[in-house]
């Protein structure tokens, strides 16, 4: 992602106040250059020669804005400063040297900056202004004896202590106002259904890897009823105990016994055929023997008012169950552990006590059973309302 700013200025505070807290020099600014022997101290000045556009976001389309609404391209630059320092003793500029030299290494160190630089990790209150958004890069720009001319016979002021720095992707918001959102229906009015001849498509297969025997929950998207899965050569086909489908629908349950109990390897390939059509090749992992794992619930939904038992392997003393939603934990509170009940080597079963303290809306859950130091791969659990 690009770094973006409302105003051209703000590139240079950000670089002026970064150099300041990095390098410790305090008289660093945006600004024309100075005479070397302008100061004892080392200082520094900020000086925008030139900026050019890039020419891969020339046609750039409008963005998509989080309440629908559509936001003109922002005009995407490459901005060259010239960094000079001052500082002298006597007639020797020791301090701008010195200081020129921590400016350059500093950039070479760290080229890619975060922003806004107030919310890196460490960056001590107060600092740094939140300007921009995004990333940018800033790096040296090799010189040649007529580039060198051309730079400074275009300043009115003498030569010094100088480096030029290309500063990119810099974009700036543009001046237009933001478009209406875009019409949500396409020409032809909404269209709801599967388009013809569209191959299922294999989404995930939990838990990963299974054990040899257990039960996987597959979700996939299908052009319609599913016909049969097949894993390692191996077909079953709707209306068999081995398989049950959600209204002939995903996702779909598979239990590793019968005709699919003789499953070896580490993988084996995996596809769902439906409305005559099939899917790419997926994968199924088998867990190695003694690894513990349990598998997918015996149904697809589960009512929380009746316990939750799992079946698995090598289960023996397992600590506890820990539960969070499918969609992603945005605070730790998401995070939630279970007591377990009825624990044996093959089986672990959660109370519906427990269930019942879950928040509802939240699901599916993903779940997972802790032993000492260890997790067993997570299944997707989905709770009735």
């Not at 890069?137 to 040649?144: A, H, I, Y």
């Not at 569209?198 to 838990?207: A, E, F, K, Q």
């Not at 992603?328 to 279970?338: N, W």
Request: charged share 20%; with cysteine.
């Amino acid at each position: 992602m690009a770094a973006i700013f409302n105003d051209l200025h703000d590139v240079s505070q950000v670089l002026t106040e970064h150099i300041r807290e990095e390098i410790g020099i305090v008289d660093v600014q945006p600004g024309s250059p100075r005479d070397v022997a302008a100061t004892t101290e080392a200082a520094a000045r900020i000086t925008l020669v030139y900026t050019t556009p890039q020419q891969a976001h020339r046609n750039d389309p409008p963005e998509r804005q989080a309440d629908g609404t559509r936001r003109f391209p922002p005009l995407a630059l490459s901005c060259f400063y010239l960094v000079t320092t001052s500082g002298t003793d006597g007639d020797d500029p020791i301090a701008a040297h010195h200081a020129l030299g921590q400016i350059m290494t500093l950039y070479h160190d760290n080229p890619a900056l975060q922003l806004p630089l107030s919310d890196n990790p460490g960056a001590d209150p107060g600092a740094f202004t939140e300007l921009g958004e995004g990333a940018m890069t800033v790096v040296q720009v090799p010189m040649l004896l007529d580039q060198i001319d051309k730079i400074w016979t275009s300043l009115d002021v003498q030569l010094q202590p100088w480096v030029l720095f290309e500063v990119s992707p810099v974009q700036l918001v543009s001046l237009k106002e933001d478009l209406e959102p875009a019409p949500v229906v396409h020409p032809g009015g909404i269209d709801l259904e599967v388009r013809a001849g569209t191959r299922p498509l294999l989404i995930r297969v939990t838990p990963e890897p299974v054990r040899p025997g257990g039960r996987v929950r597959i979700d996939a998207v299908l052009p319609g009823t599913v016909e049969a899965v097949t894993a390692g050569g191996v077909e079953v086909a709707a209306g068999d105990p081995l398989l049950v489908t959600e209204d002939g629908g995903a996702p779909l349950l598979l239990s590793l016994t019968g005709a699919l109990a003789g499953l070896e390897g580490a993988t084996v390939p995996l596809t769902i055929r439906a409305a005559g059509l099939v899917s790419r090749r997926g994968v199924l992992r088998l867990a190695p023997e003694g690894a513990p794992a349990v598998d997918a619930p015996p149904s697809i939904s589960h009512d929380p008012t009746t316990d939750l038992v799992l079946t698995g392997a090598n289960l023996a003393a397992p600590d506890e169950a820990v539960i969070w939603p499918d969609v992603g934990v945005a605070d730790p509170t998401d995070v939630h552990t279970l007591a377990l009940t009825g624990v044996a080597a093959g089986t672990v079963t959660i109370d519906s006590s427990e269930l019942g303290s879950l928040p509802a809306g939240r699901g599916p859950w993903r779940l997972t059973v802790r032993l000492d130091q260890m997790f067993t791969p997570y299944v997707l659990v989905e709770l009735e309302s």
